[in-house]
């Protein structure tokens, strides 16, 4: 069958298949591919999230294994802890062997006969030793203790900054799911603005309200709108803050967070039992930053022991083992002709045991221990400033947990009956408004006032929720919902 298309027009789709035409569609190709790997690349890592929901429990965990600050941390933990492995192998004798070859051209002295040879040969040796301390102002043993110190208070630091990262997932957490609220409610205002737009323009097409007031109530809209556009900004924004507390990889923009049922939460006035004073007393006892000052004040303590031990003498054991062989060592050493001794036969022959005790008596040093001593006092002094430092702190931050979460009761249930007038009058207004008994203007004043209210409340309970759980948090109970 013969083609429709006209012998001009197909010169046109019938392009030459010549070496350059080959090339340049190979070039347009591999752009194609290019340019199509590119978009799949940032379309994947700036889509939306792929439905994965994050809970509060599972963002904790999370940060707790990959926070960087934390995993730093946990390496001064693990390097407390070798060096409190190598204090006490300190404490076990030491075993070392030795082996040696050796060649020797021209002049030298054999030990193995003895002289002084001039002439090439070649010798072997082999010896092992051991050394122990016996006694050195106990200096080892207080060196184990404060190095036990030290893991303990590298391994409280690491808990202080696994709470440290909770506490402040907890709050971008809150926020993420305040920023969500806040939408809702800005949303639910567009909503209602936005049918009093639509009734209030029938009403105008019919003649029954004015221009101006139909003005109004778009500009009204207009403006809410812009208010949500700004929600949805500060969700977004709320949302980046969280992902990059997290860590998490890739270039996402996004996450989808589970919303607890904070109706179980019941908003009411703290225990009157429960004091600052009580809180501060069972914090004391178990916040990590506390205890990890408190082993830095002991290990500082038990330093001070150490360096004090060398105003005593030392005393060491030492233990030693050696042989040689050597080729010049004859069956005859009157004879140059005599045969060499046999390998094993000279090792066993040359064999030499050693036995020694050395006593160390410190005299005069340049004053070196005392000053270290007096160094070592000012630190033990320095960990005891700390210590009450770090507490005076946690009181102070206690106190003021205490107050602001007083402060928050006080202020969410102000708000509510707030909210609860506002709402009355919104509905009221409303009533007025599609009567036309008052003007898009002032209904607007209504609807404002009430959506601020339930905003203003919604602030207030996260406010409270947070607070509280801040106080549950240094009484060392589970931050969770």
């Given at each position: 069958?013969?083609?429709?298309?006209p012998?001009?027009?197909?010169?046109?789709?019938?392009?030459?298949?010549?070496?350059?035409?080959?090339?340049?569609?190979?070039?347009?190709?591999?752009?194609?591919?290019?340019?199509?790997?590119?978009?799949?690349?940032?379309?994947?890592?700036?889509a939306?999230?792929?439905?994965?929901?994050?809970?509060?429990?599972r963002?904790?965990?999370?940060?707790?294994?990959?926070?960087?600050t934390?995993?730093?941390?946990?390496?001064?933990?693990?390097?407390?802890?070798?060096?409190?492995?190598q204090?006490?192998?300190?404490?076990?004798?030491t075993?070392?062997?030795?082996?040696?070859?050796?060649f020797?051209?021209?002049?030298?002295?054999?030990?193995?006969?003895?002289?002084?040879?001039?002439?090439?040969?070649?010798?072997?040796?082999?010896?092992?030793?051991?050394?122990?301390?016996?006694?050195?102002?106990?200096s080892?043993?207080?060196?184990?203790?404060?190095?036990?110190?030290?893991?303990?208070?590298?391994?409280?630091?690491?808990?202080?900054?696994?709470d440290?990262?909770?506490?402040?997932?907890?709050?971008?957490?809150?926020?993420?799911?305040?920023?969500?609220?806040?939408?809702?409610i800005?949303?639910?205002?567009v909503?209602v603005?936005?049918?009093?737009?639509?009734?209030?323009?029938?009403?105008?097409?019919?003649?029954?309200?004015?221009?101006?007031?139909?003005?109004?109530?778009?500009?009204?809209?207009?403006?809410?709108?812009?208010?949500?556009?700004?929600?949805?900004?500060?969700?977004?924004?709320?949302?980046?803050?969280?992902?990059?507390a997290?860590?998490?990889?890739?270039?996402?923009?996004?996450?989808?967070?589970?919303?607890?049922?904070?109706?179980?939460?019941?908003?009411?006035?703290m225990?009157?039992t429960?004091?600052?004073?009580?809180v501060?007393?069972?914090?004391?006892?178990?916040?990590?930053?506390?205890k990890?000052?408190?082993?830095?004040?002991?290990?500082?303590?038990?330093?001070?022991?150490?360096?004090?031990?060398?105003?005593?003498?030392?005393?060491?054991?030492?233990?030693?083992?050696?042989?040689?062989?050597?080729?010049?060592?004859?069956?005859?050493?009157?004879?140059?002709?005599?045969?060499?001794?046999?390998?094993?036969?000279?090792?066993?022959?040359n064999?030499?045991?050693?036995?020694s005790?050395?006593?160390?008596?410190?005299?005069?040093?340049?004053?070196?221990?005392?000053?270290?001593?007096?160094?070592?006092k000012?630190?033990v002094?320095q960990?005891?400033?700390?210590?009450?430092?770090?507490?005076?702190?946690?009181?102070?931050?206690?106190?003021?947990?205490?107050?602001?979460?007083?402060?928050?009761?006080?202020?969410y249930?102000?708000?509510?009956?707030?909210?609860?007038?506002?709402?009355?009058?919104?509905?009221?207004?409303?009533?007025?408004f599609?009567?036309?008994?008052?003007?898009?203007?002032?209904?607007?004043?209504?609807?404002?006032?009430?959506?601020n209210?339930?905003?203003?409340?919604?602030?207030?309970?996260y406010?409270?929720?947070?607070?509280?759980?801040?106080?549950?948090?240094?009484?060392?109970?589970?931050?969770?919902?």
């Amino acid at each position: 069958m013969r083609s429709s298309v006209p012998q001009a027009n197909r010169i046109i789709f019938e392009l030459p298949k010549n070496n350059a035409f080959m090339k340049y569609r190979s070039v347009i190709t591999l752009r194609l591919f290019t340019g199509l790997a590119f978009f799949l690349l940032f379309s994947t890592a700036f889509a939306q999230p792929s439905g994965e929901v994050w809970t509060l429990k599972r963002c904790l965990e999370y940060a707790r294994e990959n926070n960087i600050t934390v995993r730093q941390v946990q390496l001064n933990s693990m390097n407390a802890k070798y060096d409190l492995i190598q204090s006490r192998a300190d404490l076990f004798p030491t075993l070392n062997a030795s082996a040696g070859h050796n060649f020797y051209f021209g002049l030298s002295f054999d030990p193995t006969s003895l002289k002084l040879q001039d002439q090439r040969y070649q010798s072997s040796s082999f010896g092992a030793s051991s050394r122990f301390i016996i006694f050195n102002g106990l200096s080892n043993y207080y060196q184990v203790m404060a190095n036990s110190y030290t893991y303990k208070a590298a391994q409280q630091d690491f808990q202080q900054a696994v709470d440290d990262v909770s506490l402040n997932i907890i709050q971008l957490y809150m926020q993420v799911l305040f920023a969500q609220e806040r939408l809702e409610i800005v949303k639910q205002q567009v909503d209602v603005l936005s049918q009093q737009v639509e009734r209030t323009g029938m009403l105008y097409d019919a003649g029954v309200v004015t221009r101006g007031d139909f003005l109004s109530i778009q500009s009204q809209l207009a403006t809410q709108e812009v208010t949500q556009v700004n929600g949805e900004n500060s969700l977004a924004t709320a949302k980046l803050n969280l992902i990059q507390a997290l860590n998490l990889p890739g270039m996402s923009m996004d996450i989808i967070i589970e919303k607890p049922d904070l109706s179980q939460f019941e908003v009411k006035e703290m225990d009157p039992t429960l004091t600052a004073e009580n809180v501060f007393n069972t914090a004391i006892t178990i916040r990590p930053n506390i205890k990890g000052k408190e082993y830095r004040l002991l290990g500082a303590k038990r330093t001070l022991a150490v360096i004090r031990g060398g105003y005593y003498p030392s005393l060491a054991f030492t233990a030693s083992i050696s042989t040689a062989f050597s080729e010049l060592r004859k069956a005859n050493p009157i004879d140059p002709l005599s045969p060499t001794i046999p390998f094993f036969d000279q090792l066993q022959q040359n064999n030499s045991q050693q036995l020694s005790f050395g006593l160390t008596v410190p005299i005069f040093n340049g004053l070196q221990t005392r000053m270290a001593v007096q160094k070592s006092k000012i630190s033990v002094k320095q960990a005891e400033f700390d210590l009450l430092n770090e507490q005076l702190t946690l009181r102070n931050t206690i106190q003021q947990a205490y107050t602001d979460a007083r402060a928050a009761y006080k202020v969410y249930i102000s708000n509510t009956k707030n909210l609860e007038a506002l709402e009355e009058s919104f509905n009221y207004a409303k009533e007025k408004f599609e009567a036309k008994v008052i003007n898009a203007v002032e209904f607007n004043d209504a609807s404002t006032r009430y959506f601020n209210a339930r905003t203003e409340l919604l602030i207030a309970q996260y406010d409270y929720i947070f607070k509280t759980k801040v106080l549950d948090f240094y009484r060392g109970e589970t931050l969770e919902f």
